[in-house]
């Protein structure tokens, strides 16, 4: 062993066995924890990263992934009630390949795959049900593949063709859809998977269509639309127009000293409107004209004939005389403009609603209340023609509510500030103790580390010669002055003598102290040549 180890083993024993029995048992407990916190460091460092290899699978597919994993001697790790399988981040990719080549997972038979299992024997309800089907798995395939959408599933109701247009009716789709965790639907994604499904199915209208999510909400329902029932479409107008006119009412009278309430009446019925308008088309020539004129000019004869009378005798007429006739006829067929206007009228439409305004009687008294009735007015779109209310009063407001939330506040505050103060002394108590410690264990430390060690020693007589020389083998010879004579002293008992090494050990320490304290530098060069031979002194 190299001496530089030799020398450190040794000052480490010398020291642990100046421990006492607590400071051992400290520096075990230390050592323990310092093994146990690198046992930890190391499985946690050599612990491999798990990340997803599929995620929703079904009970039967989990399994057969599972089965393939253990085939290839793969760990994994189940989560999500055993839908999603976790592999350690270098294996994802290859475990995902290998799954791919044997099929996994199996997806069920959907979307146009379906048509490829017909037969020549096919029945024509069986083809009619199978397209209907594959546009179902392929809607629905479509909208999962949406974001926050994890799955969705779609249902068509497509009327049969009938040759009376009359009595044709029109197709409707409901799509069920199961968001992510934690996650809801936007306005606009519901609006496009309303369009999505609408587009795909000749003849469907978007208001047709009904979108339901797994916790039973209607996002978009059958003639009413995205916007959802009358009593939400209601809601969501008394919420807005209330914080509309808030906002004008907190900025001139200051936040509290108004309230506004807002009742609307919406029309919960959806309608169709068809209107069909002809017009005639101006500076367009006409399609057909024509012109029929007659013109007769003549002078009447007289004669022997003349009108009937009574009994049939004809009386003598008159004399005769000249005349004229003109008639001119002009027919013309013009371009007839033909317009057709289909209207789809949701439900929701606003029917009348009834604004109520309270003002703090303190705070109206630097504003003009006729000015701020119009601006409530504009600011809520009242129509007094639709049978729109509005209703502002001054009146004092109660203070009961401000001085409990004020009470309340400052209890919360001096309930905060007695926890910060516990948790500031238990701090302080805690660091006091733990500096304690430390301070207590480097006491017994270094009062360990300067104990001296005490062997018996003879009193009586001298402890050296007057004069005495040391040679040292290999060096050269040293001289010891005389010690002092120490007195007699009778009065202590005699202690038994001790044996010739021990003096020899004694006096020969005696010796090499003294020489250290008055020639260092030779002390020093006589010790570095003892170690560098390995010869004891």
Do not use: C
């Given at each position: 062993m190299p001496p530089f180890l030799t020398s450190a083993v040794s000052r480490f024993g010398t020291t642990l066995k100046g421990f006492t029995v607590g400071q051992r048992t400290v520096a075990a407990i230390g050592?323990?924890?310092?093994?146990?916190?690198?046992?930890?460091?190391?499985?946690?460092?050599?612990?491999?990263?798990?990340?997803?290899?599929?995620?929703?699978?079904?009970?039967?597919?989990a399994s057969a992934v599972v089965q393939q994993l253990g085939k290839d001697n793969v760990p994994y790790q189940l989560a999500d009630g055993g839908s999603t399988v976790?592999?350690?981040?270098?294996?994802?990719?290859?475990?995902?390949?290998?799954?791919?080549?044997?099929?996994?997972?199996a997806a069920p038979a959907s979307g146009y795959s379906l048509l490829d299992k017909m037969g020549v024997t096919t029945s024509e309800f069986q083809q009619n049900v199978t397209y209907k089907r594959a546009i179902e798995g392929e809607l629905a395939t479509t909208i999962s593949h949406l974001e926050g959408v994890q799955a969705a599933t779609v249902q068509l109701a497509i009327p049969e063709k009938t040759v009376f247009t009359a009595q044709q009716g029109k197709p409707t789709a409901s799509v069920f859809v199961q968001t992510l965790p934690g996650q809801t639907l936007p306005t606009d994604r519901v609006e496009a998977i309303v369009h999505l499904t609408s587009a795909a199915v000749p003849d469907l209208v978007p208001a047709n269509v009904t979108v339901v999510d797994a916790q039973g909400a209607v996002l978009s329902a059958v003639g009413v639309g995205t916007s959802g029932t009358g009593a939400k479409q209601a809601t969501e107008y008394q919420q807005r127009t209330e914080s509309s006119v808030q906002a004008v009412l907190d900025r001139v009278l200051g936040p509290g000293n108004a309230t506004v309430a807002v009742t609307p009446q919406v029309d919960p019925r959806s309608a169709q409107q068809k209107s069909e308008t002809y017009?005639?088309?101006?500076?367009?020539?006409?399609?057909?004209q024509s012109t029929t004129t007659e013109k007769y000019t003549g002078n009447g004869a007289s004669g022997a004939s003349g009108v009937l009378g009574p009994d049939n005798i004809a009386v003598p007429?008159?004399?005769?005389?000249?005349?004229?006739?003109?008639?001119?006829?002009?027919?013309?067929?013009?371009?007839?403009?033909k317009t057709i206007e289909e209207r789809t009228i949701p439900a929701g439409a606003l029917q009348r609603q009834s604004v109520s305004v309270a003002v703090n009687q303190t705070a109206a008294r630097a504003v003009n209340i006729q000015n701020l009735t119009d601006l409530v007015s504009a600011a809520a779109g009242i129509d007094t023609k639709r049978g729109d209310v509005l209703s502002m009063q001054v009146m004092p407001f109660s203070t009961a509510s401000a001085d409990q939330a004020k009470a309340a506040l400052a209890a919360q505050q001096a309930e905060a500030?007695?926890?910060?103060?516990a948790r500031t002394t238990t701090t302080?108590?805690?660091?006091?103790?733990?500096?304690?410690?430390?301070?207590?264990?480097?006491?017994?430390?270094?009062?360990?580390?300067?104990?001296?060690?005490?062997?018996?020693?003879?009193l009586d007589g001298e402890l050296l010669p007057d004069e005495d020389t040391v040679a040292i083998e290999g060096g050269p010879t040293l001289t010891v002055p005389a010690t002092p004579v120490l007195p007699d002293l009778t009065a202590v008992p005699a202690l038994p003598d001790p044996s010739e090494d021990a003096l020899d050990a004694e006096r020969r320490r005696a010796q090499v102290n003294r020489l250290g304290s008055t020639e260092p530098q030779k002390t020093a060069e006589l010790l570095r040549g003892l170690m560098d031979e390995r010869q004891p002194v």
């Amino acid at each position: 062993m190299p001496p530089f180890l030799t020398s450190a083993v040794s000052r480490f024993g010398t020291t642990l066995k100046g421990f006492t029995v607590g400071q051992r048992t400290v520096a075990a407990i230390g050592i323990a924890l310092l093994a146990l916190g690198g046992v930890a460091l190391t499985t946690w460092a050599t612990q491999p990263s798990y990340a997803p290899l599929f995620t929703g699978l079904a009970s039967a597919d989990a399994s057969a992934v599972v089965q393939q994993l253990g085939k290839d001697n793969v760990p994994y790790q189940l989560a999500d009630g055993g839908s999603t399988v976790l592999v350690p981040q270098e294996k994802v990719y290859d475990e995902r390949l290998k799954a791919a080549s044997a099929g996994l997972p199996a997806a069920p038979a959907s979307g146009y795959s379906l048509l490829d299992k017909m037969g020549v024997t096919t029945s024509e309800f069986q083809q009619n049900v199978t397209y209907k089907r594959a546009i179902e798995g392929e809607l629905a395939t479509t909208i999962s593949h949406l974001e926050g959408v994890q799955a969705a599933t779609v249902q068509l109701a497509i009327p049969e063709k009938t040759v009376f247009t009359a009595q044709q009716g029109k197709p409707t789709a409901s799509v069920f859809v199961q968001t992510l965790p934690g996650q809801t639907l936007p306005t606009d994604r519901v609006e496009a998977i309303v369009h999505l499904t609408s587009a795909a199915v000749p003849d469907l209208v978007p208001a047709n269509v009904t979108v339901v999510d797994a916790q039973g909400a209607v996002l978009s329902a059958v003639g009413v639309g995205t916007s959802g029932t009358g009593a939400k479409q209601a809601t969501e107008y008394q919420q807005r127009t209330e914080s509309s006119v808030q906002a004008v009412l907190d900025r001139v009278l200051g936040p509290g000293n108004a309230t506004v309430a807002v009742t609307p009446q919406v029309d919960p019925r959806s309608a169709q409107q068809k209107s069909e308008t002809y017009g005639s088309a101006k500076g367009v020539a006409p399609l057909s004209q024509s012109t029929t004129t007659e013109k007769y000019t003549g002078n009447g004869a007289s004669g022997a004939s003349g009108v009937l009378g009574p009994d049939n005798i004809a009386v003598p007429g008159g004399t005769g005389g000249t005349g004229t006739y003109d008639s001119t006829k002009d027919t013309r067929d013009n371009a007839v403009n033909k317009t057709i206007e289909e209207r789809t009228i949701p439900a929701g439409a606003l029917q009348r609603q009834s604004v109520s305004v309270a003002v703090n009687q303190t705070a109206a008294r630097a504003v003009n209340i006729q000015n701020l009735t119009d601006l409530v007015s504009a600011a809520a779109g009242i129509d007094t023609k639709r049978g729109d209310v509005l209703s502002m009063q001054v009146m004092p407001f109660s203070t009961a509510s401000a001085d409990q939330a004020k009470a309340a506040l400052a209890a919360q505050q001096a309930e905060a500030a007695a926890e910060a103060s516990a948790r500031t002394t238990t701090t302080l108590i805690w660091a006091g103790a733990a500096l304690l410690v430390v301070g207590l264990v480097a006491f017994l430390w270094m009062r360990s580390r300067h104990r001296a060690v005490r062997e018996p020693v003879e009193l009586d007589g001298e402890l050296l010669p007057d004069e005495d020389t040391v040679a040292i083998e290999g060096g050269p010879t040293l001289t010891v002055p005389a010690t002092p004579v120490l007195p007699d002293l009778t009065a202590v008992p005699a202690l038994p003598d001790p044996s010739e090494d021990a003096l020899d050990a004694e006096r020969r320490r005696a010796q090499v102290n003294r020489l250290g304290s008055t020639e260092p530098q030779k002390t020093a060069e006589l010790l570095r040549g003892l170690m560098d031979e390995r010869q004891p002194v």
